[in-house]
Structures are given as C-alpha cells and as structure tokens.
T-cell receptor, first 111, second 110 residues
Framework: EAQVTQNPRYLITVTGKKLTVTCSQNMNHEYMSWYRQDPGLGLRQIYYSMNVEVTDKGDVPEGYKVSRKEKRNFPLILESPSPNQTSLYFC??????????FGPGTRLTVT | GQSLEQPSEVTAVEGAIVQINCTYQTSGFYGLSWYQQHDGGAPTFLSYNALDGLEETGRFSSFLSRSDSYGYLLLQELQMKDSASYFCAVSPDRDDKIIFGKGTRLHILP
C-alpha cells in the first residue's frame, strides 16, 4: 500500500530534550516536506526537500533541522524543543510539489 | 509578504452547491492546489490548477484565474461527509516552497 508513515504519532516531552520524528514514504517520490499545523494558522511549511541531499527552508524553519540521506526518509529533528513547538506535525511526499500525500500526523507536546 | 486568503467558515445545506474562494498575493505563481481535511485526519489532495479554467473531478471542481490571482473550489450535491476543512495552496516561485491558506471550515446542515 502506497503511504507516508510517521513515528511517533503522539509525543510528550520536556523543554530541551532532543527528539526526532521519522517520516518514510514508499512511493519513490522525490519531493518531501514537513508542516506544522496550529489552530487558526493553517499549515505552515517548515522544511522541504527536492531530492536526496537537497533540503531548503520553508516559512517557519527556526528550531528545526532535517536531513535527506535516502530518498524514502525525511526525519525532522528538534535539537532543543521549546513549548512554542507544541503542535501537530505532518510529513508529506509528492511526485511533484503540487499533489502532496500526507502522513497521519504527529501530535507533539513540549512542557 | 506572500499570502492566501480564504473564508474561515462556510455553511451550506445537504444536496446544495457551495463555492470556496481563494485569492493569493505571491511573488510568483506555478499553480493552485486544494486539500480536504476532516477533523482528526490528515489533509488529502483534491485538485490542482496550473492554467486558467475549470477542472472537474466528480462532484468537485476547481477554477483558476491567473489574471485575477483567484481560484475557487466548487462542491456539488453536498453530502454530510463533505463537512471538513478545505485548504488552498500555492507554490509561488521556482524554489519550490509551498504556502497554504488558513483553511475554510465547511459546515453542512441536513
């Protein structure tokens, strides 16, 4: 089954404790992206990647890191999480940037 | 700055037709996409317009006017399951960033 998977689905952590949210897709898509979704703000792009070893900043990259060492994986790294990073996070992949397939989401709470 | 504007909420009656508008102000334009998101779920792709005109996919249609920086999503024969949030999205320039609108919550009355 073609899909985008994210792990974990739910995470509660404390300020400053490094964490990684994994994202994997099995559709051989070149374009992958991370978004955060907050009430009233819609989806905001954090980082995106056009291909392996190619990443670039979206609109809200501060406090986040990504890597794209393999085509299928695009992990999101929070080196020192803060409470303002409490949010719902979505990973997406796409054969072209305009038709994206989203993962199920990761709900992150930073206390 | 770059922005997309869409109504925050729209209410319609089951079986009717509803139109959700999206206007954009961006440095460039490569195409307009629409996504649906049910409560607790992930966004799902509905349609994409790169050229002016109407694209039809079943009960859903999407329209684009590049000269007016405007598009809309048209939902026909509304069903209760269409109650969801709808987002428009634009890729404004060649560096492949994507900008989403804040979303329109569609309420459907029986």
């Amino acid at each position: 089954e073609a899909q985008v998977t994210q792990n974990p689905r739910y995470l509660i952590t404390v300020t400053g404790k490094k964490l990684t949210v994994t994202c994997s897709q099995n559709m051989n898509h070149e374009y992958m992206s991370w978004y955060r979704q907050d009430p009233g703000l819609g989806l905001r792009q954090i980082y995106y990647s056009m291909n392996v070893e190619v990443t670039d900043k979206g609109d809200v990259p501060e406090g986040y890191k990504v890597s794209r060492k393999e085509k299928r994986n695009f992990p999101l790294i929070l080196e020192s999480p803060s409470p303002n990073q409490t949010s719902l996070y979505f990973c997406a992949s796409s054969p072209s940037r305009d038709e994206q397939y989203f993962g199920p989401g990761t709900r992150l709470t930073v206390t | 700055g770059q922005s997309l504007e869409q109504p925050s909420e729209v209410t319609a009656v089951e079986g009717a037709i509803v139109q959700i508008n999206c206007t954009y102000q961006t440095s460039g334009f490569y195409g307009l996409s629409w996504y649906q998101q049910h409560d607790g779920g992930a966004p799902t792709f509905l349609s994409y317009n790169a050229l002016d005109g109407l694209e039809e996919t079943g009960r859903f249609s999407s329209f684009l006017s590049r000269s007016d920086s405007y598009g809309y999503l048209l939902l026909q024969e509304l069903q209760m399951k269409d109650s969801a949030s709808y987002f428009c999205a634009v890729s404004p320039d060649r560096d492949d960033k994507i900008i989403f609108g804040k979303g329109t919550r569609l309420h459907i009355l029986p």
